[in-house]
């Protein structure tokens, strides 16, 4: 329906209801129709480098339950974020949205942001899935990583926060991993994200990341965000037709999607409560003692 809002199906079979999806792991950024360049008010949290120099796991469900209450005062049902790739370059043009170089300090903290925000009945997504570390030719660049270094780095933060706090969706990143992009990557998704961490969720892709839809479907990426106009809906029939994607594949997809739009609708219709109605001032307090535990005084 719009650059953030994913249209419904409404039929005599099927009510099910757009998903408005908004950035805003730091602070809620709900676009209005018509532009993606302007947002609804919303409180301004400390960003997750600063958040992580708490090391208050309380504190981040805090900002969590926070932001998942915002959401649904303006009627989002997914977050997008926390955003939780390691830090690895100091040019990093993204360094501020992630937590730390330290996976275990990235991996516990988003858990607990993650279980604050579904706490209001809010989903969230963690990204970028993964070895998305830099933003110079993000779109085509292929990270080249060893097994040791992959699993000890690169996905131990994500596998903490898959573990810990069942986050209901995961975005896949832009570049390749080892040869083949992350959205379309069967190892990635489906042995390590599915099978060994036992994600239940939905894997979207990054607005514009989609390269190979049929092979993304094949590999278990459920949902491409837009970018693309529409025009792998046409290579999809086809596959079908040929026999190059099989209806078990395409069905395993719908469904979780299904099951997103399913979880949003209940999420939306149920009372929110008197709190979301006059939360700002308080979340705004939230932020100013977030910030200030968020400092650190370093000393020779």
Known sequence: ??????????TKKFDLPSVHVSDGPHGLRKCPPSTAFDSEPA??????CALANSWNEELLHEVGAALGTECRHQRVSVLLGPGMNVRRHPCGGRNFEYFSEDPLVSGRLAASLVNG??????????????????????FVVDAEVDQRTLREIYLRGFE???????PHLIMGSYNRLNGAYCCENKWLLQDVLRREWGFEGLVITDWGAMDDRVAAIRAGCDLEMPGSQGVH??????????GTLSQHALDSVVSRVVSLAARSKLAMTEEVGDESQNHHEHHHELAYRAAAECAVLLKN
């Open 1 to 10: 329906e719009s650059f953030c809002t994913l249209s419904g199906c409404l």
């Open 233 to 242: 809906d046409t290579t999809i029939k086809k596959a079908l037709k040929d």
């Open 117 to 138: 925000i579904q706490s209001r009945q809010v989903s969230a997504c963690i990204k970028h899935f993964v070895a998305n570390n830099h933003e110079t030719r993000r």
């Open 43 to 48: 409180t301004c949290f400390p960003t997750a």
């Open 160 to 166: 903490i926060a898959v573990r810990r706090s069942q």
